[in-house]
């Protein structure tokens, strides 16, 4: 009996010990796999003259591929693709069609190598071999960004073609390619010595072939020449001019503006409208708006509702249902009454339905409790400015009663009142600017606020020496000079297919920190 209690006690013990002491797997395997240093390759990485159907790589540990799809890229391109897997620790390739005669060939595995335990990467590993007596060992390398915006584009593809025809891009695969990393750069090797055409391709469905709707495209003007040195490009990227003006969408709102979106910029030579849909809007006007690839128009009240009316682009239509009259009962605005006016601002009124009649008996203007005299000016369709001898370190009141303005959809304004000051001028900084470029041009400099247009000017060669911009809140600020080629007033896009690059755009780069009170001359030379 003893012997048994002895027993089970100590068998006690061992379970509580267990039970403290969990069985570990030892340290985590963080070590990337290896080629074996003993097995290698076979053939041999490098090879020349090559003559097999099959490459084995051998490894250190087991290893499996990830996304061998997206990240194994074969140059150049073969028309049957080669099976590509793993056996243990081997990485097997065995082409399905014989090689092209005395050409070099590189298989990047990009990060699709790794072991099967922890999935560590055998990174950006690359086999060259060549059917001829040499391995081709010329390089070029390309920096690619967006051309509107200057941004470093990941992911792009930079492809070398020997055929210099425009239509290549959407026929052939490349002779050599590579992808830009994050910073937007690539370097392609082991290129064969001639003559190349160079595009870059945003390839969005992966199939190496351009898509002029949906794919960002760039190319340069002269072809590469492979000899000895290696060339570095910049290429800019862009989404390609459409061949044909679209309308895109098309809409009216309940407060009766209608707009036209465009896939493109609208000359001042399209035909827009025809008469007999322009005598539906208000003023028979409608408005292209700054950017030029929307129109806006206002339709007039009496306009029946739920027709439909061809709306007339170029070559293209659309019907836009005309909706009822809003319902609403008050006409609503936005306005800057309630802040503090910068010196020379206007203070203003925007509604949002067209105004047909102001009643400036239903308007006053106080200053300090006394009433001033104002005018009211209507710059379009929709707004009002109050003009007025606005001072500093006086108090200001505005009133409009009801009725003061009523909107071709006879719909008045509530009550509105709104107190406001106009401040000094030393609450602001000042920058004064010019500019030196080599490159003659007509221009649009913006003045940027983080991502905001603070303001955009149209410029001559003669006016870039001096440039001033009042007035303006501290803060961090940028400048970008579009070089308007066309001097249409907006950046255009290229056209690959008619050898039209995008407009030129430069950003100044320098840190521009403005604090109040401050004149800031700033001296921006382009090269």
Not at 51 to 67: D, P, R, Y
Not at 84 to 109: A, H, Q, R, S
Not at 165 to 193: H, L
Request: proline residues 4%; contains cysteine.
């Amino acid at each position: 009996m003893t012997r048994i209690f002895i027993i089970s006690f100590f068998a006690f013990l061992m379970m509580q010990c267990a039970q403290q002491t969990p069985i570990t797997g030892g340290e985590k395997d963080t070590q990337a796999p290896i080629i074996d240093s003993v097995k290698l390759t076979s053939p041999a990485n490098g090879s020349i003259n090559f003559t097999t159907q099959s490459i084995t790589i051998n490894f250190n540990e087991l290893v499996i591929l990830k996304n061998a799809d997206k990240q194994i890229i074969i140059t150049p391109f073969l028309e049957s693709k080669p099976d590509i897997y793993t056996k243990g620790k081997k990485v097997i390739v065995d082409f399905k069609e014989p090689l092209t005669p005395n050409t070099t060939y590189i298989i990047n595995f990009g990060d699709a190598i790794v072991d099967i335990t922890e999935g560590n990467i055998f990174r950006n590993y690359k086999y060259v071999f060549s059917t001829g007596s040499y391995i081709d060992s010329l390089e070029y390398e390309a920096f690619v960004y967006e051309a509107a915006s200057k941004k470093a584009q990941k992911d792009v593809l930079v492809m070398l073609y020997r055929d210099y025809e425009d239509s290549v891009v959407n026929k052939n695969k490349p002779s050599y390619f590579a992808k830009t990393n994050a910073a937007g750069k690539c370097k392609i090797q082991n290129i064969a010595a001639g003559e190349y055409k160079v595009v870059a391709l945003k390839d969005e469905n992966g199939n190496y072939k351009f898509d002029p709707k949906e794919e960002l495209i760039g190319y340069l003007d002269q072809k590469f020449v492979a000899s000895t040195d290696t060339i570095a490009d910049t290429i800019g990227v862009f989404l390609n001019q459409p061949k044909q003006l679209e309308i895109t969408a098309s809409s009216i709102n309940p407060n009766g503006k209608g707009t036209i979106i465009l896939n493109t910029n609208l000359h001042k030579d399209s035909i827009v409208f025809t008469d007999s849909v322009k005598a539906l809007f208000i003023d028979n006007n409608f408005y292209i708006a700054k950017t030029r690839d929307t129109i806006n128009y206002w339709i007039k009240p009496t306009v029946a509702e739920q027709n439909k009316y061809p709306m007339i682009v170029g070559n293209s239509k659309k019907f836009n249902t005309f909706l009822k009259q809003p319902t609403d009962s008050i006409l609503k605005f936005k306005s800057n009454a309630g802040t503090n006016l910068k010196p020379q601002q206007d203070l203003y009124f925007e509604f949002l339905q067209p105004i047909e009649k102001v009643n400036e008996n239903q308007i006053t203007l106080l200053q300090d409790s006394t009433p001033i005299e104002f005018e009211v000016i209507q710059t379009n369709l929709t707004k009002l400015v109050i003009a007025a001898d606005f001072k500093p370190d006086f108090q200001y009141a505005i009133t409009l009663l009801p009725n003061a303005v009523t909107s071709y959809y006879n719909i008045s304004n509530d009550t509105i009142s709104a107190t406001f000051e106009k401040n000094e001028a030393n609450k602001y900084g000042n920058i004064l600017l010019s500019i030196s470029t080599s490159e003659p041009s007509n221009y649009i400099l913006i003045l940027m606020k983080g991502e905001n247009s603070v303001k955009t000017l149209q410029l001559t060669p003669n006016q870039l020496g001096k440039i001033e911009f009042q007035n303006l809140e501290n803060g961090q600020y940028a400048f970008k000079l579009i070089y308007d080629s066309n001097n249409n007033g907006i950046w255009d896009t290229g056209d690959y297919y008619q050898h039209i690059q995008p407009e030129r755009v430069e950003y100044y780069n320098e840190e521009i920190d403005l604090k109040k009170g401050w004149d800031m001359d700033i001296k921006w030379i382009i090269k």
